[in-house]
């Protein structure tokens, strides 16, 4: 168990680029979420995938951002056109579902920087 | 989706107890309640999760009353590594975490 691992660590872009994120989860794990976290503030959800279905987007979840798990293995975040309000880390976790009590594992996100 | 509340900070000394309360008016009867541990420039870690009574494993334990609208978690014995941010979740899937409990242990 390697836990989850999220590539790259960092990123600084210009704003009007587009960017794109990877989670890869525990392997066995059949849940994947991304999460938003801005200075001071708790992770905010954005979607999540039961396997390669995307069953939930959050509001905050804009047109700009798409996410995709195309074999219910690893996930992309894409960020189009971005902006410096996009400046956030990224976060991804992911669960065992099958019962109420799967926690989430998180890796230790994406730092984005929008200049 | 259940609401949790949780005092914004706690300072304690190091080899203290330290219990935060969480409460969950509207817990469903299928939630439990989850805590997570984060620190600066990681992702958050579960620490311990319980549906009623008490739970204890070899990191905290978490106690959580019998109408279930609150629970606390209790870090005993704290270290300056325990310092970090502590969420409550009351979850049945994925939702925020709110602003979570900023415990600071001194020496």
């Known amino acids: 168990d390697t836990g989850v691992s999220q590539n790259p660590r960092h990123k600084i872009t210009k704003r009007g680029q587009n960017v794109t994120f990877r989670c890869d989860p525990i392997?066995?794990?059949?849940?994947l979420y991304w999460y938003r976290q801005t200075l001071g503030q708790g992770p905010e959800f954005l979607t999540y995938?039961?396997?390669?279905?995307?069953?939930?987007k959050s509001r905050l979840l804009s047109d700009r951002f798409s996410a995709e798990r195309p074999k219910g293995s690893f996930s992309t975040l894409e960020i189009q056109r971005t902006e410096q309000g996009d400046s956030a880390m990224y976060l991804c976790a992911s669960s065992l579902e099958g019962s109420y009590n799967s926690p989430l594992h998180f890796g230790n996100g994406t730092r984005l920087t929008v200049t | 989706l259940a609401k949790t509340t949780q005092p914004i900070s706690m300072d304690s000394y190091e080899g203290q107890e330290v219990n935060i309360t969480c409460s969950h008016n509207?817990?469903?009867?299928?939630?439990?309640i989850t805590w997570y541990q984060q620190f600066p420039s990681q992702g958050p870690r579960f620490i311990i999760q319980g549906y009623k009574t008490k739970v204890t494993n070899e990191v905290a334990s978490l106690f959580i009353p019998a109408d279930r609208k609150s629970s606390t978690l209790s870090l005993p014995r704290v270290s300056l590594s325990d310092t970090a941010v502590y969420y409550c979740?009351?979850?049945?899937?994925?939702?925020?975490f709110g602003k979570g409990t900023s415990l600071l242990v001194t020496p």
């Open positions: 509207n817990i469903a009867t299928n939630d439990y």
């Open positions: 979740l009351v979850r049945r899937h994925a939702l925020n």
């Open positions: 392997s066995e794990h059949n849940r």
């Open positions: 995938f039961q396997n390669e279905a995307q069953l939930e």
